[in-house]
C-alpha cells in the first residue's frame, strides 16, 4: 500500500450514479432503443465483411 493513501478513503469506492443514470438504467424504452441501435451498428459490421 502506498504511504500516502489511508485504507476506505472515497477514492477507493465508485462513484455514486446520477439521477439520470439511473433513470436511463431503469426505463425500458431507453433500453429498448439502445438494443436497436447496437443491433444496426452491429448488421453493418457483419454486411462489410461479408462484401
Not at 26 to 47: E, H, Y
Request: hydrophobic share 45%.
Amino acid at each position: 500500500m502506498v504511504d500516502n493513501q489511508k485504507p476506505y478513503e472515497q477514492a477507493y469506492f465508485p462513484p455514486k450514479p446520477t439521477g439520470a443514470t439511473k433513470f436511463f438504467r431503469n426505463c425500458a424504452i431507453w433500453q429498448a432503443i439502445r438494443f436497436v441501435i447496437l443491433n444496426i451498428k452491429m448488421l453493418k459490421v457483419v454486411s462489410a465483411s461479408h462484401h
